[in-house]
């Protein structure tokens, strides 16, 4: 949340010159304040692990947040109770005719199938242009990253030589955007996945910037210049133990699996894994959340409509 001092204090511009959020006394006086409306598409199979990852980052702002949890009708969940999905989970003919300050698109085991191959690829195309006039800023995460940036802006993904898995660094390509108040120069994010898009490829779109990327992991992130898409490659939300799990379960099965990336001490599976990129984490959601939500919303979400 920003502090509120006033508007001629010597101190304002200063700490504006170093990326502190400050609110003049004008502008406080004139908001107008109620809780944000955030919807929730869920697309991984481990529904109730992926629903606390988010909220945990989501709850440790002041903001009055509703949330609402959104799942596809075209695509049967094997890993959820059904109970839990008819009980917290709506379908998008729900929601259609709603409209919310944000939105969360999850990622999902699909990256390997073109995207046409996607059994529930029709109903995310529909969810995903209707955020256009129904939705103020959508945040996409992983392989939603790669599905929004594809349906959007028609950039493809290509696939990696082994999967990228583990935690790596990233460095900040726009040191003064409001998504890295508060970050290291430098920070870290966990990645799980077979696919890339190339920066290069980002790049041929004018309306594109890239936020954010990493030597060896390569784009961590993108936002559209109107500031009402963002498309974050890695999972900054897992927890300590997520890749752990994930490896195991791969050992288990047999299958073909490194030992993830910079994540267990010594690279020994034995031993527990340090945390890394917690704070940095946080700070993502919470700065999305306050910045590119909170602050700009229309108060009357009718106002949303496609700027692009």
């Not at 917690?278 to 999305?288: E, K, V």
């Amino acid at each position: 949340m920003p502090i509120r001092i006033p508007d001629s204090l010597p101190a304002t511009s200063v700490l504006e010159g170093e990326n502190i959020f400050v609110m003049t006394e004008h502008r406080a006086l004139h908001q107008d304040i109620r809780p944000l409306n955030l919807l929730i598409l869920n697309l991984m199979p481990t529904k109730i692990v992926t629903e606390t990852q988010i909220l945990r980052k989501l709850s440790n702002t002041p903001l009055q947040i509703n949330v609402q949890l959104l799942k596809t009708i075209s695509h049967q969940a094997q890993n959820t109770d059904s109970q839990h999905l008819d009980s917290f989970y709506t379908t998008f003919d729900q929601v259609r005719d709603g409209r919310f300050d944000g939105m969360i698109i999850t990622g999902a085991p699909v990256e390997n199938l073109e995207f046409e191959d996607v059994d529930y690829w029709k109903e995310l195309c529909e969810i995903m242009a209707w955020t256009r006039t129904h939705v103020h800023s959508t945040l996409h995460i992983c392989w939603g990253a790669q599905a929004g940036l594809y349906y959007h802006y028609g950039i493809p993904k290509r696939t990696l030589p082994k999967k990228l898995f583990g935690i790596y660094e990233h460095d900040i390509i726009r040191k003064q955007s409001p998504l890295f108040r508060g970050f290291d120069d430098k920070f870290y994010a966990p990645h799980s996945r077979y696919t890339e898009v190339a920066l290069e490829d980002i790049l041929k779109i004018p309306e594109l910037e890239p936020l954010a990327t990493s030597r060896e992991a390569g784009v961590f992130g993108v936002k559209s210049a109107d500031n009402r898409r963002f498309f974050i490659f890695a999972h900054p939300e897992y927890d300590s133990d997520t890749l752990a799990r994930e490896y195991f379960r791969d050992v288990a099965k047999g299958l073909s699996i490194s030992v993830p990336a910079h994540y267990f001490p010594n690279d020994d599976p034995s031993l527990e894994p340090v945390v890394n990129w917690r704070s940095a984490a946080q700070l993502l959601y919470t700065n999305w959340l306050n910045y590119y939500v909170y602050q700009t919303t229309p108060y009357d979400l009718r106002e949303i409509s496609d700027e692009t």
